[in-house]
């Protein structure tokens, strides 16, 4: 069985919602759209206090350099443009709509009619990385890159293989399982899309071996229609976190390994979309559909009905939980992603975002840390960490503030998966220590950079 | 006789060619070594303590020389020498002392467990730093104190100490010698290094929120809400409100405190006056409060909160 | 501190539940908010589970012998993990629960001779612990193997009763 060579944990799985099928969240009285749902500049605003909009109307264009349009997901007026809190839990600024109604833009075609290569014609690739960019796409599983960007490769590289991230490692969350169970035409149409816009041949979907179902189903769909989706393989892949990691996957699918930074995976080759993205590109495409929707797991031991709901982006969280049967009395955590990397949110007034696959409500009991005793130096988060660093060593450079020590000791290649804080058998906080050290590394090589650009 | 001439012999002849490979070794990689540099340590403190910002005496004297041969010895001061030891490193390196005020760090967020209430519980290392990757913290405010003790780490001379019962950083003024160490450590830039004042006094804007108004009235009962009045109320234009945040010119501010008295929200606060007449009525309170807390920097005057805080708990 | 936020003054509105005064706060912290459930008495004792069949080998060829010096080590070295911890560093947490002081005793018995006194034995168990272990902090922080610590030292002050032992009753 394929995985990734280095490291690796293998938390409890609690799948809570994977046998729930996607049910559509109802559409909120007023949606919250920030401008900043990906990595880059914010988008800017392009609309003001009244103005009417509908459901795929543009509300912030790309900012400058790296960024995405952001558009309304819902129809109604805009109630404000203002900073509010987001779920990084800084103020940043959204477009407040109160909603309205339901009315679409009328480029968007609303049929669940598949629609396939041959019907799109002789359609260019740039068109369709024209059309991904315009739909505001992002990477779903929660990085939240600008797809478009990444569809086109720097000179000098070649997509060699699409990777499609069906892994899914977080814990609890479900929602691309869902996906592929329920549209698995869409996302291979999807898939060819991606072929096509890049020109590679080949296309992988990594899947973990905790989800059967989908990998029997898409495998059974690719030999049955081998002639119509040329080039396409299931992967399926041992169930080990943190899997979803790109760099992680390009090993456990292709066996390449993608160098420190500021190395991507196009320099071996490698282009890998998650599968929420692939349908996003699907509908984008095919459908001339925006972004303004997507699937997230709302999950927890003591959630009621733990759901997968295809919600609209700017639902307030607090909707969800109560379609998914209420808040549950012994909370103590609520975390916007997977609990792996998720991150902790202050309020349930936060809105989902493009990049927010799961919420997970965690009891008060689960949700504090143990008490931290001194490290043993059992190296236990050595053999965990996918990237072969050394945790306790850039924990303890981090707390003699030895920069050097830890820019050394790559710091800056830790992928903030938590495995070593995960394995830690003394409870300690190993990836807070890491990030501050990444944070400051990070900061360190950016200023010597400019003052080597200075001279 | 013979053995102990052998063993001179020998020995001599070691010794004589171990100098010699030492006589050479130190011609062929003497490093050159600007001789003012130890001129210049000579007259530091010689505590390595680090407070200058330098790792230690000889790196702020090597420091001295270098900004020396730039032309100006402007912004090096050592903290634990002051003034005389600076101008005796200028004479040295022929320059002319730049005359510096005192200053002292002072920590503009009055946000008490009182005043800003927590709405969030931080789990996880006990630092500032890892707190503020969490956006606002604990509170409500993304601009104020986090309460980890980022700085009191930082301090190299124990001048700053974790309040509990605040939950905000106090200087000791006394101990402070503005070496900047803590206003770097803070992630959320609060700790300013000020000028002293005239006696210690200072008029200071205890806040940092750049909010708006009204946000910020949400996260913190004495956070600037930008109102403008301490800008119409002095008369020297001391007063700034930039990005929704007031600041007070320490060179400009006459220490007048109608600023203090003008303040809604109970942001500025004076340090080091002797309690108002009793034009103003103080609480009983507040006085007392203040001469029992730890710092000598307590605010006295209005019944400002830590003060109020301070005594409830007290009692 | 007090726990007394009112929530109506917040910004943000807390997730409030039913039953507990809707005073209370959620817990943020950075990722990973899980934890694998591995703890330091979980990898003590694991260890001290791989030293068994060295224990019943030892017991099966040295007999009555090397349960006594076993038990007298391990007991020696809790002890005076509790002692030191104690009285001596004044610390409110006792550390003896977690396993560290139990497999140092069961190393160090491992390595003496089935026939040694037990005031030998005890004063061995007291280096190891005091000198090899708590004097530099205790638990993960000590240079050496305070087993090993412990073994030398008895090697060093009694080389004749350390270096002769009755040989196994079994061959």
Redesign the interface.
Known sequence: MKTFHIGGVHPAENKLSAAEPIRTAAIPKQAVFSMFQHIGAPAVPVVKKGDEVKVGTLLGEAGKGLSVPVFSSVSGKVNKVDAVLDSSGTRRMAVIVDVEGDEWEDSIDRSDKLVTMKDLGGITAEEVVNRIKAAGIVGMGGATFPTGIKLMPPPGTKAEAIIVNAVECEPYLTADHRLMLEKPEQILVGIQLIKHAVNCPKAYIGIEMNKPDAIKLLTDLLKEKAAQYPGIEVVPLKVKYPQGGEKQLIDAVIGRQVPAPPALPINVGAIVQNVGTVYAIYEAVTKHKPLIERIITVTGKSVKNPSNFLARIGTPMQQLIDEAGGLPEDTGKIIGGGPMMGRALMSLEVPVTKGSSGLLLMAEKESRRGEVSPCIRCAKCVSACPMGLEPYLLASYTRLKDWDGCEKNDVTSCIECGSCAFTCPSNRPLLDNIRVAKQTVMGIIKARHMEAIKK | MNVILIAVIVLGSIGLVAALILFFAAKKFAVHEDERIGQVQEVLPGANCGGCGFPGCSGFAGACVKAADKGSLEGLLCPVGGQPVMEKVADILGMKAEASAPKVAVVRCNGTCESRPRIAEFDGAQSCRVQNMLGSGETACVYGCLGCGDCVAACQFDAIRMNPEMGLPEVDDEKCTACGACSKACPRGIIEIRLKGLKNRRVVVLCNNKDKGAQTRKACSVGCIACQKCVKVCKFEAITVEANLAYIDAEKCKLCRKCEEECPQNAILAFNFPPRKPKVEAPASAPVASSDSVSDSSPVGKPAAPAAGASQAQA | ??????SS???????T????GGGS????????????G???Q??MYGVCIALVPALIASLYFFGLGSAIVLATSVAACVFFEWAITRFILDRERLTIC?G?AVLTGLLLGFNLPSNLPIWIIIIGALVAIGIGKMTF?????NPFNPALVGRVFLLISFPVQMTSWPLSHQM
């Open positions: 501190m007090p726990n007394t936020s009112n003054q917040v910004s943000t509105p807390l997730p539940r039913e039953g507990q706060r959620p817990i943020i912290s950075l990722s990973p908010h899980v934890h694998g591995d703890s330091v979980r990898n977690d560290s902090g205790g638990l993960g922080t």
